[in-house]
């Protein structure tokens, strides 16, 4: 498969859509989350607020609509993220960002490093784990399947982006 994609095309209009999807999923839950951007864990999405980060997210949609592979990798990993924000949402919503922020730095400050890491770590290790043997699958010697090669990327992208944006949380609660 070529690496961009001819505009208003079926697959062009396919990686729209999944990139809308998953990106409108991930701000939808975000603010579902936390309106206020308290609980927000990206400091750049905080920085920007609500009306930047939408206009950024329709330039990354019209712009990664174009490149199949890296488009199927963001809407996967984006929603991923959305997953995860849902998971905890109506605990966050239903406490408040102050308050929910409150409780987890406590649990935080009661739990030992190590387990925190290792508990972090294992998990996003079998996340990875599935990312990385689906993204091996789509190899052959002689094409790569993209579709199911981009979801494991997209996997192993959301494994990589919860570690990172979880140790920068905890560095910052730690400081």
């Known amino acids: ?3 961009t994609v001819p505009f208003g095309g079926p697959i062009w209009w396919a990686v729209l859509t999944s990139l809308v999807i998953g990106r409108g999923a991930d701000l939808f839950s975000t603010w579902v989350a936390t309106p206020n951007l308290v609980l927000e864990a990206n400091p750049i999405a905080r920085w920007l607020g609500w009306r930047r980060a939408l206009a950024v997210n329709v ?3 019209g712009a990664f609509s174009f490149y199949y592979l890296p488009g199927i990798i963001i809407a996967t990993t984006s929603a991923l993220v959305a997953a995860r924000n849902f998971q905890q949402a109506w605990l966050m919503r239903t406490w408040g960002e ?3 922020r409150s409780w987890y730095v406590e649990r935080l400050r009661e739990t030992p490093l190590g ?7 294992l998990q996003n290790l ?13 190899v052959s010697e002689n094409a790569i399947l993209p579709v199911p090669f981009g ?3 997209g996997i192993l992208t959301y494994a990589l982006t919860v ?3 979880t140790l920068l949380a905890m560095w910052r609660i730690r400081q």
């Not at 387990?115 to 770590?121: D, E």
């Not at 599935?130 to 699958?137: E, F, K, N």
């Open 59 to 61: 330039v990354i949609c």
């Open 115 to 121: 387990l925190f890491l290792g508990c972090l770590g």
């Open 98 to 100: 102050e308050e929910y």
């Open 151 to 153: 979801i494991g990327l």
């Open 126 to 138: 079998l996340v990875a784990g599935i990312g990385g043997i689906l993204a091996w699958s789509a």
């Open 163 to 165: 570690v990172f944006y």
């Open 1 to 3: 498969m070529d690496a």
